[in-house]
């Protein structure tokens, strides 16, 4: 078993619509939760970083984490089709500060 | 955060041949990884290198076949070394902000394609 599990798609939704993107994990030692962006050859690009459970947003984006059932989540309101790319999950622990652990990556298209 | 670059961004190499790959950074950094992101996969941590030490390496990848070098503290190299098809991916550095609180942020990557 993978420790974090991503869907890979790929997903595809209208313009305007609320996309939901999902990763569980196995490891209850992760503490540091963040989710990249990469558009096609290009190198990822952080977009949000938590620490422990609970909700962040900036923006159009919330980053969720519900530690109690290892699974993370990161929601776009009015997508646009520049937000077309491939979402990657992430996470570490504490005790391997700089270690991450990548989901496979979600490739998400919105529609004009 | 940090302005990372990559040189080259992609090559064509010969089975059999080595290639050095350079990371530049715009600041000062303590820490920087290589990762490797084979077609359709995710990102796999190859190494990390710490300035003024030896680069410590992830269980399934050996410094004779991917020699780091990390001369000061906005500089490293990979060399994949003795290349087959098998090491066609894209190699990616990345940098740990100096912030305190452990962002990571990745350079463009280096396209890599063996025949």
């Known amino acids: 078993q993978k420790e974090v599990e991503q869907d890979p798609g790929p997903l595809s939704v209208p313009e305007g619509a609320i996309v939901s993107l999902n990763c569980t994990y196995s490891?209850?030692?992760?503490?540091?939760f963040m989710w990249y962006r990469q558009y096609s050859r290009k190198g990822p690009e952080l977009l949000m970083y938590?620490?422990?459970?609970g909700n962040k947003e900036d923006g159009r984006f919330t980053a969720q984490v519900d530690k109690s059932s290892k699974y993370i989540s990161l929601f776009i309101r009015d997508s646009q089709p520049s937000d077309s790319a491939t979402y990657l999950c992430?996470?570490?622990?504490?005790?391997?500060?700089?270690?991450?652990?990548f989901g496979s990556g979600t490739r998400l298209s919105i529609r004009p | 955060s940090a302005v990372i670059s990559q040189k080259p961004s992609r090559d064509i190499c010969q089975r059999g041949t080595s290639l050095t790959i350079q990371c530049q950074v715009d600041?000062?950094?303590?820490?920087m990884f290589w990762y490797r992101q084979q077609p359709g996969q995710s990102l796999t941590l190859i190494a990390t290198?710490?300035?003024?030490?030896?680069?410590?390496?992830e269980s399934g990848f050996v410094i004779d076949k991917f020699p780091i070098s990390r001369p000061n503290l906005t500089f490293s190299t990979l060399t994949v070394s003795n290349m087959s098809p098998e090491d066609s991916s894209i190699y990616l550095c990345?940098?740990?902000?100096?912030?305190?609180?452990?962002?990571?942020?990745f350079g463009p990557g280096t396209r890599l394609t063996v025949l």
């Open positions: 600041s000062q950094v303590t820490m």
């Open positions: 938590t620490y422990s459970s």
């Open positions: 992430a996470m570490k622990r504490v005790s391997s500060a700089s270690k991450i652990i």
């Open positions: 990345s940098v740990e902000a100096e912030t305190g609180n452990n962002e990571q942020f």
């Open positions: 490891n209850s030692a992760f503490q540091y």
């Open positions: 290198a710490n300035q003024g030490s030896e680069a410590t390496y």
